[in-house]
């Protein structure tokens, strides 16, 4: 598993749920410890998130590529033969 791919799938929705959490925190009435650091947790959690959004997810691999410049080949290969044909009639 690539950083690319556990950035995507683990870091990013912590960091959401950190930004989550930290403003749940601010707006509870029972417990001091959370009120107070409520708002470091929502600018961590929004730290994180501005680092981890900028990591680009892992490339799909085109596996089709190979298929689809064959086809085109093909495509061009017809098109001469055609050509060919019709320019030795005139």
Not at 12 to 35: D, K, N, R
Not at 47 to 58: E, G, H, L, R
Not at 67 to 88: C, M, R, Y
Request: glycine share 8%; hydrophobic share 40%.
């Amino acid at each position: 598993m690539s950083f690319r791919s556990t950035n995507q799938r683990f870091l990013a929705p912590f960091a959401q749920g950190l930004m989550i959490f930290g403003i749940i925190s601010l707006c509870q009435p029972w417990s001091l410890f959370l009120h107070q650091y409520g708002v470091t947790l929502t600018l961590v959690g929004l730290i994180a998130f501005m680092v981890t959004s900028k990591i680009a997810p892992d490339p799909d691999k085109d596996e089709g590529f190979i298929d689809k410049s064959l086809d085109t080949l093909e495509i061009n290969e017809n098109a001469s033969q055609a050509g060919s044909k019709s320019g030795g009639n005139t």
